[in-house]
């Protein structure tokens, strides 16, 4: 028979796990901390008090974060929705290519379907490509059940208990109506790789490499050294909610507590598209985290869903990258030819 003393221990741990939840959210998704680490700290300590007290641990609790044990391997995991590749174009008549593609395929639509509400007119978004370890996470009842790799598409590698270790992937969802399947990308910002290899017996070569190693590591433990972070970008499988455009699902992602990158833009055609990649590709530098190019998407589902896909990839998206470093060399050296004019007169 449980104690009062009992159900007020276990009454106060889900206090406390709600209550760092909650600031770990305003502090890695938000980036706006709430409290200080001292007050952080003296939470984390009483949870971690409670539990050895009680000898119950939460399955959301954020002691679970740390790492465990060295894993024996990775378990298969098949995905609810296959997690396609994307079509690339390489220059600027390749994104000409593509949007003739897509604006031809709509009014093939529409012709052979008048007794249906006819496709918009493609509209677009820019994305960032962050350069990392692709996610799929999945959720069950607002539970994080499984995190895997992507692997072929089809069937990823589990990496559950490496995913826990970043702070910024929620545990739990606000929504529970259903399962879902969200994708994202695992990273390791520019200034934690510069801080981590100040004091590294071995450097880490660079970002991609570092995120990807660690959360393919079979010691949690060393996945949680890294300090990562993670991105979210998209819901594959969805029971129980549906989007009719792209910012519907990505407010989605934000009322659920993902961290989604500030960088969207959206374009009602392919000149602004053009346009913005210009932008994109000046500024790629700036960032805390790599890039390796840009993705443009339609924003309308049920066009997505008219549209499909080949054996391969979406129609209704395109991943930039030459393109993108193309824009990037020309917009530098356009800058150095004005820098040598300016300081050669």
Same mark, same amino acid.
């Given at each position: 028979?449980?104690?009062?003393?009992?159900?007020?221990?276990?009454?106060?741990?889900?206090?406390?796990?709600?209550?760092?939840?909650?600031?770990?959210?305003?502090?890695?998704?938000?980036?706006?901390?709430?409290?200080?680490?001292?007050?952080?700290?003296?939470?984390?300590? +009483?949870?971690?008090?409670?539990?050895?007290?009680?000898?119950?641990?939460?399955?959301?609790?954020?002691?679970?974060?740390?790492?465990?044990?060295?894993?024996?391997?990775? !378990?298969?995991?098949?995905?609810?929705?296959?997690?396609?590749?994307?079509?690339?174009?390489?220059?600027?008549?390749?994104?000409?290519?593509?949007?003739?593609?897509?604006?031809?395929?709509?009014?093939?639509?529409?012709?052979?379907?008048?007794?249906?509400?006819?496709?918009?007119?493609?509209?677009?978004?820019?994305?960032?490509?962050?350069?990392?370890?692709?996610?799929?996470?999945?959720?069950?009842?607002?539970?994080?059940?499984?995190?895997?790799?992507?692997?072929?598409?089809?069937?990823?590698?589990?990496?559950?208990?490496?995913?826990?270790?970043?702070?910024?992937?929620?545990?739990?969802?606000?929504?529970?109506?259903?399962?879902?399947?969200?994708?994202?990308?695992?990273?390791?910002?520019?200034?934690?790789?510069?801080?981590?290899? !100040?004091?590294?017996?071995?450097?880490?070569?660079?970002?991609?490499?570092? &995120?990807?190693?660690?959360?393919?590591?079979?010691?949690?433990?060393?996945?949680?050294?890294?300090?990562?972070?993670?991105?979210?970008?998209?819901?594959?499988?969805?029971?129980?909610?549906?989007?009719?455009?792209?910012?519907?699902?990505?407010?989605?992602?934000?009322?659920?507590?993902?961290?989604?990158?500030?960088?969207?833009?959206?374009?009602?055609?392919?000149?602004?598209?053009?346009?913005?990649? +210009?932008?994109?590709?000046?500024?790629?530098?700036?960032?805390?985290?790599?890039?390796?190019? &840009?993705?443009?998407?339609?924003?309308?589902?049920?066009?997505?869903? &008219?549209?499909?896909?080949?054996?391969?990839?979406?129609?209704? &998206?395109?991943?930039?990258?030459?393109?993108?470093?193309?824009?990037?060399?020309?917009?530098?050296?356009?800058?150095?030819?004005?820098?040598?004019?300016?300081?050669?007169?």
């Amino acid at each position: 028979m449980t104690t009062a003393k009992e159900t007020g221990q276990n009454a106060r741990m889900r206090e406390l796990v709600d209550l760092i939840a909650e600031h770990n959210y305003n502090y890695y998704t938000l980036d706006k901390p709430t409290i200080s680490d001292k007050q952080w700290d003296e939470l984390y300590d +009483e949870l971690v008090k409670l539990e050895q007290e009680t000898g119950q641990i939460l399955p959301d609790s954020p002691t679970q974060r740390v790492g465990g044990d060295i894993l024996k391997g990775f !378990e298969p995991h098949r995905h609810l929705a296959r997690l396609w590749s994307l079509d690339k174009a390489q220059d600027h008549e390749d994104l000409l290519a593509w949007n003739a593609r897509v604006t031809k395929a709509v009014a093939d639509y529409n012709t052979k379907n008048p007794d249906v509400a006819p496709l918009p007119n493609p509209s677009y978004v820019i994305e960032l490509k962050f350069d990392g370890l692709t996610l799929n996470l999945t959720y069950d009842g607002g539970n994080l059940v499984q995190a895997s790799t992507r692997g072929n598409g089809v069937v990823g590698e589990g990496i559950l208990a490496q995913v826990k270790t970043i702070r910024s992937i929620p545990l739990t969802i606000p929504f529970t109506d259903g399962l879902i399947e969200v994708q994202g990308e695992g990273i390791m910002n520019l200034s934690v790789l510069e801080a981590y290899n !100040e004091t590294a017996a071995e450097p880490l070569k660079n970002a991609r490499n570092a &995120a990807a190693g660690a959360l393919r590591n079979q010691n949690p433990r060393i996945t949680a050294e890294r300090k990562l972070n993670a991105f979210f970008y998209n819901v594959g499988y969805a029971d129980g909610v549906s989007f009719e455009n792209h910012e519907q699902m990505i407010q989605f992602l934000r009322d659920n507590r993902f961290k989604v990158n500030p960088y969207a833009v959206y374009c009602s055609t392919i000149e602004e598209v053009q346009a913005e990649l +210009e932008r994109v590709a000046a500024g790629r530098s700036e960032h805390n985290f790599l890039i390796d190019g &840009a993705v443009v998407k339609l924003t309308d589902m049920r066009t997505r869903e &008219a549209l499909g896909y080949t054996d391969k990839f979406p129609r209704w &998206a395109v991943v930039i990258y030459s393109y993108l470093t193309y824009v990037a060399y020309v917009v530098m050296c356009n800058y150095r030819a004005r820098f040598h004019y300016m300081y050669s007169k």
